[in-house]
C-alpha cells in the first residue's frame, strides 16, 4: 500500500469534512497546523507512517501537520490528550490497536477510545515479524521453542508498552508454543530493536513500517455525539 499517494490523503480529508459538517461549511478549515499525536516514541512503526502520512496531508491541505509524540501507557497519554484537545479538527489521533486493547486492560483509565473517540479512515496495516538477537543461537522457530522450553523464563522479550500488538503477539505466541519467558515493555519499537541488537533482550516481534494498522482519529465530540 503506498501510503505517500494522494488519493489516499485526499479520501482522509474528505472524510474529515464528511464526519465533521461544521467544518464542511468553513471555508478556511484548517485555518492553522494541524496536530497528529503519536501515542509512540519518534522511531516506532506508527510514528514512521504518521511522518509519510502528515507531510503528504499537509501539502494537501495547504497548512503544516505537525507529528507530536507522546509516549506512555501504551499509547493511553495521548488518546486522553486528543480526547481532551479542542474539538475543532486540529488534533488528531494516529491510533494504533494498542488504543482498542487498552479500553479493555484499562477500562477506567483516562479517555475511553470507543466513546470518546471516532475513527476517520483505515490507513494501512503492519505485519508483526518475529526476531531474535545475534546472541541467540537459533535459527528457525522450532529452534527458538525448544530452547524456550529447556530455558523457562530466562529468555527476555520486548514490546512497545502493554497491550501493544507486538506485546499481543508475545503473548499469543507464548500461549501456542507452551513456553514462557519474561517481559521488558518499552515505550516504543525503535528502543526495544536497539536493545535486541545489543543482546539486552533476546525476543521480539518486531512491527514492519510498510504497513500498520493504524487510524486517524478524532475527538467524538466534534461529530456531535457527545
Known amino acids: 500500500m503506498a501510503l505517500s499517494r494522494r488519493p489516499v490523503l485526499a479520501l ?6 464528511t464526519l465533521m459538517p461544521e467544518l464542511s461549511r ?36 495547504g497548512q503544516p501537520v505537525i507529528v507530536e509524540n507522546r509516549p506512555g501507557a501504551s499509547s493511553m497519554i495521548a ?30 483509565k483516562g479517555a475511553n477510545f470507543q466513546t470518546d473517540l471516532a475513527p476517520i479512515v483505515l490507513i494501512g496495516s503492519i505485519p ?17 521453542i525448544a530452547f524456550a522450553k529447556a530455558h523457562p523464563d530466562e529468555l527476555l ?21 507452551g513456553i514462557k519467558m519474561r517481559g521488558v515493555l518499552y515505550p516504543g519499537s525503535a ?7 545489543a543482546g539486552r533482550i533476546q525476543v521480539m516481534f518486531a512491527p514492519s513500517p510498510i504497513n500498520s494498522r493504524v487510524h486517524l482519529m478524532i475527538p467524538l465530540r466534534t461529530l456531535g455525539r457527545m
Open 79 to 108: 488518546t486522553d490528550y486528543v480526547a481532551r484537545a479542542a474539538k475543532d479538527g486540529h488534533t488528531l489521533l494516529f491510533a494504533t490497536i494498542a488504543a482498542t486493547i487498552n479500553t479493555t486492560l484499562m477500562p477506567n
Open 12 to 17: 482522509v480529508f474528505a472524510l474529515i469534512l
Open 191 to 197: 528502543q526495544t530493536v536497539t536493545d535486541l541488537i
Open 157 to 177: 522479550y520486548g514490546a512497545a508498552g502493554s497491550g501493544s500488538g507486538p506485546h499481543m503477539a508475545t503473548q499469543l505466541f507464548e500461549q501456542m508454543a
Open 26 to 61: 468553513a471555508e478556511d478549515y484548517p485555518s492553522r497546523p494541524i496536530r497528529l499525536v503519536v501515542g509512540f516514541a519518534a522511531g516506532s512503526s506508527g510514528d514512521v507512517v504518521a511522518r509519510i502520512v502528515g507531510n503528504r496531508l499537509g501539502q494537501i491541505l
Open 128 to 144: 508483526n515479524i518475529l526476531v531474535v538477537a545475534p546472541t541467540l543461537k537459533v535459527d528457525n522457530v522450532k529452534e527458538l
